[in-house]
Nanobody, 115 residues
Framework: QVRLVESGGGLVQAGGSLRLSCAASGIIFSINKWGWYRQAPGKQRDLVASITNGDDSPNYADSVNGRVTISKDDVTSTVYLQIDNLKPEDTAVYYC????????WGKGILVTVSS
């Protein structure tokens, strides 16, 4: 079992930056991919960024590429999502995701970007 807890969300002005954190616990050594997804009101949940264990190669959605950085700290078992130059369309609930056979999800954290 894997438990994921997001933090770092909140209200930010457009043009600002935010760093989301995802603290992982449980059987995390088995995780082979970490990711951040987001879901805006009335829309589906979409991938923002992911990172693969082992080679740490990142993958970014086209909509955020160049403004987002995913990273992880294996010592603290924390995955981060840095978002720069925030736009109102980045407003969404952001979810941490971990995959080993099945997908594990955090409860999500709200990011609101004001114009």
């Amino acid at each position: 079992q894997v438990r994921l807890v997001e933090s770092g969300g909140g209200l930010v002005q457009a043009g600002g930056s935010l760093r989301l954190s995802c603290a992982a616990s449980g059987i995390i050594f088995s995780i082979n991919k970490w990711g951040w997804y987001r879901q805006a009101p009335g829309k589906q949940r979409d991938l923002v960024a992911s990172i693969t264990n082992g080679d740490d190669s990142p993958n970014y959605a086209d909509s955020v590429n160049g403004r987002v950085t995913i990273s992880k700290d294996d010592v603290t078992s924390t995955v981060y999502l840095q978002i720069d130059n925030l736009k109102p369309e980045d407003t969404a609930v952001y979810y941490c995701n971990a995959v080993y056979g099945i997908a594990y999800w955090g409860k999500g954290i709200l990011v609101t970007v004001s114009s």
